[in-house]
């Protein structure tokens, strides 16, 4: 198993830990520059390794590569084009004919078979009702700040 990325909202970062639940590294902190946080809400890994959060409060997503360092982000607060209102949920897919490639498999990091980035496990954990899984469905978080959302890869 590769990397275990969760978005930790209460605290306006993301952890990365190893396969084992070793904890390897965190970045964000709380604010509303570039790779600052307020109001994490969902992951989603691209086939580059590369980490798009959605960032509900400041209602935009962010770009971060396989180490956490900030590379871009997009959207504003609105409801036109390319704005956003708390957006709560993010999938990113390969383009049209493309493989995810990588370790593990054929298909991707990890993963036996599958031949899309979007094929990975996600867990949505809710301390007071259980953990919940879905497998390669749109990533969907809770806006309770008790749930925790972690994309396996």
Not at 13 to 36: E, H, I, M, N, Y
């Amino acid at each position: 198993m590769g990397r275990i990325w969760v978005v930790d909202q209460g605290n306006d970062r993301v952890q990365v830990f190893d396969g084992a639940g070793a904890f390897l590294f965190k970045f964000g902190t709380s604010g509303s520059g570039p790779g600052q946080f307020s109001g994490p809400m969902a992951i989603s890994i691209d086939p580059s390794n590369h980490a798009w959060i959605t960032d509900q409060a400041n209602n935009r997503v962010e770009e971060f590569d396989e180490n956490g360092a900030f590379i871009m982000q997009f959207g504003s607060y609105g409801s036109g084009s390319g704005q956003f209102a708390a957006p709560t949920g993010i999938t990113v897919s390969n383009p049209v004919g493309s493989s995810a490639g990588g370790s593990g498999s054929p298909g991707g990091p990890g993963l036996p078979g599958a031949n899309n980035a979007a094929h990975a496990f996600y867990y949505l954990i809710n301390p007071s009702s259980g953990p919940y899984s879905t497998v390669g469905s749109p990533v969907c978080s809770q806006a309770a700040t008790s749930s925790l959302l972690i994309l396996c890869l």
